[in-house]
């Protein structure tokens, strides 16, 4: 947990009073706390007891009404590595699955990159309400980690099961999901993305329709999992703040070639997502073509394939993933490239599929070993694929 950024979301249950304890667990343990209180939860405990452990100020409304200093929600989902929503009460359950952004809190779930985890408290009537039971399977299905409400003496006096689960045991679920998902921890990862342009002239080039939204996707899992990564990218309009990731832009093969050339003996693992063109022009022209009434013609000359000179300069200790996008004969083409290639894994996708591909938000993914092992995933999002990808990979090193 050291040096760990966690966000302690509290919202208007009685058991708020136990989000000291927890505050004081993470902190103890080297984490660093910035806690975000429903306008409520400050009825059952105060934003400076909380403020004095976490030693940070606590955040509840969007701007300070004193100076109209902004709260940032986006900055807060960046900055976390996790988010821990301890008491969440039915109505904030109810507001993070209908994405009802109606304070910090809420705002804040809806721009977190990081794993959230909510422990429920209410009733044992309003718990075990189909709405509730909805609710907890929708947040589920979402990817939210729900630490189960336990039974015994409530605040209505009733027994039953719906007391938030004790700050020791939601710590430990936190501390076990580090020490679980960190497993890519000092590990130095070179992945690439987008497309790469390849001039004809200074206003046209040679390209495709990668948007690189699959590369940044897997530099992002790997980076929140551990790793040192070096993001290589063509040219896409794709941002990324994730902490550990350093981004390189290029344009041209020549380039990309370049600079994964130039740090891949420094590192354990390169993933070569990016869809470089296979072609370039063989004499781009410094000036613009003009148009004429007579055809053209455009000598191309092949690029170099950056994924097999990689595989020839792998060692022993290197691992080397690459990708396939197939229109027909997927599975044979991607087997033919994995050996080609010197591959230890390839990711194949197919333009068959509907929804996967370029230019889309989701992808539809089979994970390729040299030995013929196939893993095929159903149509997922982009993010979703590259967790399963980076868990496949993960398999590479029996030593991890």
Known sequence: MKNKHIILGVSGGIAAYKAAS????????GAEVRVVMTPLAKQFITPLTLATLSKNPILVDFFDP??????????????????????ATANTMGKMVAGVADNLLITTYLSARCKVFVAPTMDLDMYQH????????????????IIEATSGELASGLHGKGRMAEPEYIFDSVASYFAESFAYAGKKVLVTAGPTYEPIDP?????????????????????????????????????????????????TAAEMLAECESVFCQMDLAVMA?????YTPSAPENLKIKRTSASMEIQLRPTVDIAARLGGLKTVNQRLVGFALETNDGLQNALAKLKRKNLDLIVLNTLEDVGAGFGHDTNKVSVVWADGQVLAYELKSKQAVAVDIVASVLGLWPHF
Request: overall charge negative.
């Open 274 to 278: 990016a869809a470089v063109a296979d």
């Open 130 to 145: 189909p709405s509730t039971q909805r609710n907890l399977a929708s947040l589920h299905e979402d990817g939210v980690a």
């Open 22 to 29: 927890l505050v004081r667990l993470f902190v103890k343990a």
């Open 66 to 87: 004193e100076n109209g200093a902004w709260n940032s929600h986006v900055d807060l989902g960046l900055w976390a590595d996790a988010m821990v929503i301890a008491p």
């Open 203 to 251: 206003v046209r080039f040679v390209g495709n329709y990668s948007s690189g939204k699959m590369g940044f996707a897997l530099a992002e899992v790997f980076a929140q999992q551990g790793a040192e990564v070096i993001l290589v990218s063509g040219p896409t309009h794709l941002e990324t703040q994730q902490r550990g990731v350093k981004l390189v832009r290029v344009n």
